[in-house]
């Protein structure tokens, strides 16, 4: 494992010697951070885990047994990637939907703990998002979930719309984070790209598609997407072609100025055309080589890239950054919102 993470580590400098990027370059860039406003909106989760101790196979039919010992809660969705950006000392803002109940109180609770400003809609009709994960030794053996995926109903549309006409144009920068659980509707993006089109805001857009399906193909003429390989296929209905192919086809049909294609374990790639005559693409390799729970890594990484383009800074030098923040991540259990002191720390160990 150390000749491993040594071998990413070179290849991460590597990387960042192509892209004239140098430690100072990165720490600077964290500085800047501190004054922009970002508003992410999205999907709503709240993940729980449970810690269990195995007692064997059931007499009555061939399942696992397990003791369940203690729980801990982890909010999800755009709301991880809003509590990553706040951590990191960017100023953010919230617009989601959460549900009249205990999971919601959960959720508004810790929202407030982080001073995120939280533009959060109650809709009656429908529960907070909510996953379960069984746990032992640190191993998932399964998930429970409770959701309710259809789109919203038209009021709770409407009362979106009204935040986001009051927020959208104080921000730096837009995040839609969907979760293909009903909230982002055809009206609430067109709302979004007219905002950013009209105060001139980067606009960045992230689909999860793992149990539920959906497709980036709604998201044309965003500064920037981060879809992994799956969720790239499926939009483009390719399961043949090769990782090149299927990028500048999603930049193309898209009509987007830059790309962060998720690899998982392989890292990821990140290509910027946001100057037309000149088109540049970019390996990173994933730092940390035996992740413990690779459940938060996206959002993360999303958060760097939303505090980037806040920011003006050059995709790559943000991406760089993001490949850190993503190896943090990936290095503890639970979806824990990362702070811009464990970032720098981080930056500091890799470039000595």
């Given at each position: 494992e150390n000749e491993l993470s040594n071998q990413r580590k070179k290849q991460f400098l590597l990387a960042c010697k192509d892209q004239n990027i140098t430690k100072k370059d990165l720490l600077n860039a964290i500085n800047e951070w501190k004054d922009k406003r970002i508003l992410v909106i999205g999907d709503t989760i709240l993940d729980q885990y449970s810690a269990c101790e195995p007692l064997g196979m059931s007499a009555e039919a061939p399942v696992v047994v397990v003791k369940e010992l203690e729980q801990k809660n982890f909010i999800g969705g755009a709301s991880i990637v809003a509590s990553h950006i706040a951590a990191l000392g960017s100023k953010c803002n919230l617009i989601s939907v959460i549900g009249n109940d205990a999971i919601g109180d959960i959720v508004k609770k810790d929202l407030f703990q982080k001073k995120?400003?939280?533009?959060?809609?109650?809709d009656p009709s429908r529960p907070t998002?909510?996953?379960k994960r069984y746990l032992v030794e640190n191993q998932k053996l399964f998930r429970v979930s409770k959701l309710d995926d259809r789109p919203i109903s038209?009021?709770?549309e409407n009362q979106l719309i009204f935040k986001l006409e009051k927020l959208g144009p104080q921000s730096n920068c837009i995040v839609i984070s969907d979760f293909v659980y009903g909230v982002i509707t055809e009206r609430i993006i067109n709302k979004v790209k007219e905002i950013s089109n009209m105060y001139?805001?980067?606009?960045?857009?992230?689909?999860q598609c793992s149990s539920q399906i959906g497709t980036l193909m709604k998201f044309s003429n965003f500064s920037l997407l981060c879809p992994n390989e799956r969720e790239a296929r499926i939009a483009l209905q390719d399961n043949h072609s090769g990782i090149e192919k299927i990028s500048n086809d999603i930049i193309t049909r898209l009509k987007i100025d830059g790309l962060v294609m998720k690899l998982g374990p392989d890292g990821f790639i990140t290509y910027d055309f946001s100057e037309k005559q000149k088109k540049i693409r970019q390996a990173f390799p994933a730092l940390t080589p035996n992740p413990i729970d690779v459940a938060g890594a996206g959002?993360?990484?999303?958060?760097?890239?939303?505090?980037?383009?806040?920011?003006?800074?050059k995709l790559m030098l943000t991406a760089a950054m993001a490949g850190c923040m993503a190896s943090i991540s990936v290095s503890k259990m639970g979806n824990i919102p990362i702070k811009n002191k464990e970032l720098i720390q981080f930056i500091n160990k890799i470039f000595d």
């Open positions: 995120i400003s939280a533009g959060l809609v109650i998002t909510f996953k038209e009021d709770v001139s805001i980067p606009l960045i857009g992230d689909i959002d993360s990484l999303i958060a760097v890239m939303a505090n980037g383009l806040a920011s003006n800074h």
